[in-house]
């Protein structure tokens, strides 16, 4: 069982993750294709693509039960495991 911290903080690295993969992905663009650059930016986005695969797995099992926290169990409306810590 997850409580609500550590699945906010899980859906946070899902998305830290992911805004590493859009930088490199723009960053790959502006090498020339086929040169060393360009294939280990490839090579590191694909790394990457793997540790979202394997977070959002994470976020999936994690999410699949209720928090052990019964304060936490009581809230049930969207988005009340990331409310509290809200940006």
Do not use: N
Not at 34 to 54: Q, Y
Not at 59 to 74: F, H, L, N, Q
């Amino acid at each position: 069982m997850t409580d609500d911290a550590h699945l906010d903080a899980t859906s946070r690295q899902l998305l830290a993750q992911l805004d590493d993969i859009r930088r490199l992905e723009h960053e790959k663009r502006t090498e020339a294709r086929s040169s060393d650059e360009f294939h280990d930016l490839a090579e590191e986005i694909s790394d990457k693509a793997r540790g979202v695969w394997a977070i959002a797995e994470h976020e999936e099992t994690s999410g699949a039960t209720d928090s052990p926290v019964p304060r936490e169990r009581d809230e049930m409306y969207p988005g009340d495991w990331s409310d509290e810590r809200a940006d």
